[in-house]
């Protein structure tokens, strides 16, 4: 069955409850979502910018209505940069050349389709889920590759490397409500440490994350190509 298209049309619950069954379903969505948002921002940075006309606007419409799951809507208003919200009041103001709106969508898109900052935000490793149900045992590459989960767990348990390590950075998808690891294995590796630490309420164990879109064939700013489409465990 094509990941696009309910069954049938679809009360609001039912659509959510079909989007549920199949997280594939809302990576379609949100590939789309992309794609639209990037031929926007070109249209609107080009030579010819909102005079493009009805063109530009239909686009603009099109991105409105690619997030059909309220939870993948709600995902965009939390990631902070307002693009859903500034896509209806350009839509509302169109005619409005001068109106701030235009130039804060111009920003937020720029913003929304960049890379991550390279300074990690703070996460509570409690908080911390996984992309995939499943994780070798050793890590295949990068700092810690042929390292297994248990060998990191102890050099985090002892100090000998600290979850700020930039080593020890995860690069998340936001899906849902939550932040998802794309790093199976570090991850792994930290809720293990986080664990067991003697819990404190004033000093939570931490991990530290970059978050992305979840879309397919991501690409990371080291040049790295991240399937990120596979399981999107609860």
């Known amino acids: 069955m094509p990941y696009d298209v309910p069954p049938t049309p679809l009360a609001f619950d039912a659509l959510d409850r079909w989007y549920s069954q199949d997280p594939r379903r809302c990576q379609f969505d949100l590939n789309k979502y992309s794609k639209t948002l990037r031929q926007l921002h070109v249209l609107l940075t080009g030579p010819f910018g909102k005079k493009g006309g009805d063109h530009i606007r ?4 099109q991105a409105k209505s690619c997030l059909r799951c309220s939870k993948c809507r709600q995902d ?13 009041e350009v839509d509302a103001r169109w005619e409005d050349l001068c109106h701030a709106s235009h ?8 913003s929304h389709l ?9 996460l509570l490793i409690s908080r911390l889920r996984f992309l995939q149900g499943y994780h070798s045992k050793k890590s295949s590459q990068g700092a810690h ?27 998340v998808v936001f ?27 004033d ?18 700013d080291d040049g790295s190509c991240q399937e990120a489409r596979k399981d999107c465990y609860p």
């Not at 239909?58 to 419409?61: E, F, M, Q, R, V």
């Not at 000093?203 to 990371?220: D, E, G, Y």
């Open 58 to 61: 239909n686009i603009l419409k």
């Open 76 to 88: 965009e208003f939390v990631r902070g940069s307002c693009v859903l919200s500034l896509l209806d």
């Open 103 to 110: 130039f804060a969508l111009e920003r937020a898109l720029c």
């Open 114 to 122: 960049s890379p991550p900052p390279e300074e990690p935000d703070e």
């Open 145 to 171: 590759a042929g390292h297994t989960i248990d060998r990191l767990v102890h050099e985090l348990q002892s100090g000998a490397i600290s979850t700020k390590d930039p080593s020890m950075v995860l690069n």
């Open 175 to 201: 899906f849902h409500g939550e932040h998802r690891s794309l790093n199976n294995r570090t991850a792994v590796s930290l809720v293990r440490y986080g664990e067991g630490v003697q819990p404190s309420i």
């Open 203 to 220: 000093h939570p164990p931490v991990c530290f994350v970059r978050t992305w879109p979840l879309v397919r064939q991501l690409r990371l």
